[in-house]
């Protein structure tokens, strides 16, 4: 069924919530969408630039991001939702389009799409999926951003895999994203030797990359060259620096921020797994910084990479280490990490010295962390910062925080702006005006013993 163009019957519910706590006032949510498909909002950068729009895709229950017929976007004031590309005939083994993230300036979105080719004997993976541009006014026609090589000799500009979660940087001239490689995949398959590990690239405009089809029709063309950055290892020395997996990844501030140096430096920062002095895995916190120009090879080897080894990151790349929890009373990192857009701070989810999970912030040049957030309950969900970087929002027993982001008493700092709920929220996004948090919370369709993913949203007062 094309739901494209059309208004949901009476969409724009208000949802009255009684108090829950003294703490807890009466708040009033917007229930955006409805009907039985999820709209799924995937903790990307969903607002359009105007504030006007919501993209999401729909992706199923069994298929996840494969079975995603289709990426869609949502009015805010009055409900309408328009296609922004369809898969046709898609299937839960694929292609699949997901995880959709507005442009931050201009009217277009960056999706994952799963190789045309997918069949149910070959399904969407992570290693078989590119990113795809969309502009509102050309619906349907995809622009492909990230080329595919996947056939000898590989190409420099393009990679051998698979990119996810793409994000733009603030001024729309990067795309960061995760990625794993199917040479490597296949390499691990036939030799039984770990070589699948996840890792972190980047693109930029640089120029067209256009590579040969392939016969299986699994090599595509790119309109941005694009480079990994992060060098991953399967067995990291302990006590090292080196990971092994590279994910939860972000732009620092507007895409860079002022170095020791008082220079723009554009970065990445992203969750790296590391391995202790005994050996056990570890997830600390890193920041990658990126040359200006990354279509000259580095030290370790080939950009395009070669048929035993990762593509390798651009001459200029330097990894640096911000967290040493590895060898503490609560070790490790988590959430997908969010830096403020001045670059000042990168938050994190770490464990309090009671082992609880709450909020950390720590500058990307490095030095002491400092906790935000002392909930009882923990925090469950990365932060989002605020526009003006002044406060932090996030998920807490199932209720939506936001907290100042100062030297008052922690009990002064935070009010909840929904109140606890039975059910989980997820996905939160903070719109670029300060005024609307959008996130994602299941709804039992009347009728039917399915909850489906919709989007609600609170004015912030």
């Known amino acids: 069924m094309n739901r494209a163009n059309r208004l949901i019957g009476v969409l724009l519910t208000v949802v009255t ?18 009907g039985a498909y999820n709209h799924d909002l995937d903790n990307n950068d969903n607002f359009s630039p105007d504030g006007k729009w919501l993209a999401y895709d729909t992706r199923t229950g069994i298929g996840g991001i494969g079975g995603s017929p289709s990426v869609e976007r949502v009015n805010i004031e009055t409900g309408k939702i328009e296609e922004l590309f369809a898969v046709k005939d898609n299937q ?57 090589d996947v056939t000898m000799p590989f190409t420099p500009g393009a990679l051998r895999g698979g990119t996810h979660r793409h994000e733009w940087s603030k001024d729309g001239k990067w795309v960061g994203f995760t990625y794993n490689d199917a040479i490597l995949k296949a390499l691990e398959d036939s030799t039984g030797k ?9 693109s930029t405009k640089l120029k067209p990359v256009l590579v040969d089809k392939s016969g299986d029709g699994e090599n595509v063309s790119g309109e941005w060259y694009s480079v990994l950055v992060v060098r991953v290892v399967p067995n990291p ?11 939860s990844d972000s732009w620092v501030g507007t895409g860079s921020y002022l170095n020791k140096e008082g220079k ?18 570890v997830d600390e916190l890193f920041v990658v910084d990126i040359p200006d120009s990354i279509n000259q090879p580095g030290e370790f080897g080939p950009l395009e990479g070669t048929p035993t080894t990762f593509p390798m990151p651009p001459k200029g790349t330097v990894q640096h280490r911000l967290t040493y929890t590895a060898e503490s009373a609560h070790p490790g990192c988590g959430g997908v990490v969010r830096s403020s857009s001045d670059g000042k701070w990168i938050a994190y989810l770490a464990a309090d010295s009671k082992g609880v999970q709450q909020i950390f ?3 990307p040049d490095g030095g002491s962390s400092r906790q935000i957030t002392e909930h009882p309950a923990g925090v469950q969900s990365c932060a989002r910062w605020s526009a003006d970087n002044q406060s932090i929002c996030y998920v807490t027993e199932n209720s939506i925080v936001i907290c100042k982001v100062s030297d008052k008493p922690f ?22 005006d300060g005024k609307t948090v959008a996130f994602n919370r299941p709804v039992k369709e009347v009728g039917s013993k399915d909850s489906w993913k919709q989007i609600f949203l609170v004015t912030i007062n």
């Open 264 to 281: 723009k430096q554009v970065a990445r920062a992203f969750i790296g797994k590391v391995r202790n002095k005994n050996n056990q895995p």
């Open 194 to 202: 770990t070589f699948n590990l996840r890792t972190v690239g980047v």
């Open 361 to 363: 912030l720590i500058s």
């Open 17 to 34: 919530i009684a108090a829950c706590t003294p703490s807890e006032p009466q708040v009033k949510m917007v229930q955006l969408t409805n």
């Open 92 to 148: 839960s083994w694929g292609p699949g389009a997901g995880a959709v993230s507005y442009h931050p300036s201009e009217n277009k979105v960056i999706f994952i799409h799963g190789l045309d080719r997918c069949s149910e004997k070959n399904p969407y993976q992570q290693w078989k999926r590119t990113g795809v541009i969309v502009e509102d006014n050309h619906p349907n026609v995809p622009i492909y951003m990230d080329a595919r």
């Open 411 to 432: 009990e002064k700092r935070f009010r909840r702006i929904t109140p606890t709920s039975k059910e989980e929220l997820s996905n939160i996004v903070w719109s670029a």
């Open 237 to 247: 020395e302990p006590g090292s620096d080196e990971v092994s997996n590279a994910a």
